[in-house]
């Protein structure tokens, strides 16, 4: 089955095409022009999409050496994400699908995330545990089997990628954060700086009702107060100073993410914990979970960084395992869903 994936509900555009689950070709447009307003602005958003829509869909098709007219079906994400950037792809997958009478499948961005690891040769085994680590979501999932899951805890506050964009703003580093602490962080001392981390505290059993909601607002308002104590000036920075910021930040935010995702996976007796979402891209989390997951018998997977930020083949793949599990249930009707909650499949 050729399957067009479009993904366009935040500032990547991006389209690919799949075949049985496997994926043929993929296109990433991002938007560079937010990175001089510091994060994304909707308006810009919706407008490059515009633009961007029919190239980056006609160069996914090329690249896969598939006939637009033996595509099948179109996968298009629906939410969560800015509504104008929404419509334009679901306005574009709308389109081609009536104009071949083909269907058309919604799909939820959080479960592109999901299945992003089977984008992958190293696969999760089903039961799994899933961490999802993005700019607007922190989650943990607890996936039964293809297309069966449940959210076990959220963010109560910011998101993790949220927290690196925040504090990478506060030291006046630039957008995306993550990837530019990323980097700071590996020459840094993570030891410079104690920051909190929240619910972690081993006294919280599941017994006693351990949670796995994540909260990183206090800690972003610890390093607040700590520049503010330092005196903190962008413009006139101290490397050293910066550096070992980013690596206790980054340590703070990796601790957390990394212990709530064993006890989740310890919880549901799962033997693999998959992480995915632009944050599954920073180093020390890849290296760190895997050597915790270890310790509990189990094995951390992820995608290559390239498919842990929003890309059109998590959409393609999760619309591969909807497929599967409910049959190809199209509809001409959808509409964006700028907040759609995770459990609200099927659409
Ligand atoms: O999944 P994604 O592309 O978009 C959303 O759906 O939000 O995630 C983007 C987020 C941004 O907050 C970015 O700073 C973060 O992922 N990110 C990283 C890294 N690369 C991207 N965070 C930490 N380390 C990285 N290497
Ligand atoms: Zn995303």
């Known amino acids: 089955m050729n399957l067009l994936a479009i993904e366009t509900s935040c500032d990547e555009c991006s389209a690919a095409v799949l075949q049985d689950g496997s994926l043929k070709s993929i296109v990433i447009s991002s938007q560079l022009i937010h990175t001089e307003y510091g994060g994304v602005v909707p308006e810009l958003a919706s407008r490059a999409h515009m633009e961007l829509i029919v190239p980056v869909v006609e160069e996914a098709l090329i690249k896969s050496s598939v006939d637009k007219d033996n595509i ?9 994400g800015l509504a104008g950037s929404l419509i334009v792809g679901l306005s574009f997958a709308k389109a081609f699908a009536a104009a071949r009478g083909i269907p058309v499948i919604g799909i939820n961005h959080m479960e592109g995330h999901l299945y992003s690891t089977f984008l992958e040769d190293d696969k999760p085994e089903f039961p799994f545990v899933a961490l999802i680590v993005s700019g607007g979501h922190t989650m943990l999932i607890h996936v039964r089997e293809p297309y069966s899951h449940e959210l076990v805890g959220q963010t109560r506050d910011d998101a993790a990628g949220e927290a690196f964009d925040k504090v990478a703003k506060l030291l006046g580093l630039g957008y995306p954060g993550g990837p530019i602490i990323d980097k700071l962080a590996k020459e840094g001392n993570a030891r410079a700086f104690s920051f909190p981390k929240a619910f972690l505290s ?12 994540f909260s990183f607002s206090g800690l972003k308002t610890s390093v607040l107060y700590l520049l503010r104590d330092l005196k903190y000036n962008a413009d006139v920075r101290d490397e050293k100073l910066v550096r070992d910021i980013c690596a206790s930040f980054q340590r703070a935010v990796v601790d957390v993410l990394v212990e709530k995702a064993a006890r989740a996976a310890e919880r549901f007796s799962v033997r693999s914990i998959s992480v995915a979402g632009g944050v599954a891209a920073n180093r020390e989390l890849r290296e760190t979970i895997q050597a915790r997951a270890s310790s509990i018998g189990a094995k951390a997977h992820f995608p290559r960084p390239l498919y842990c930020t929003d890309n059109a083949a998590m959409i393609g793949m999760a619309a591969h395992f909807k497929i599967l599990k409910y049959g190809m249930v199209s509809d001409l009707s959808l509409k964006p869903v700028p907040n759609l909650p995770l459990i609200a499949e099927p659409a």
């Open 72 to 80: 099948e079906a179109v996968a298009v994400t629906y939410g969560p």
């Open 202 to 213: 081993r006294s919280s059993t599941p017994e006693n009702g351990e949670t796995f909601e």
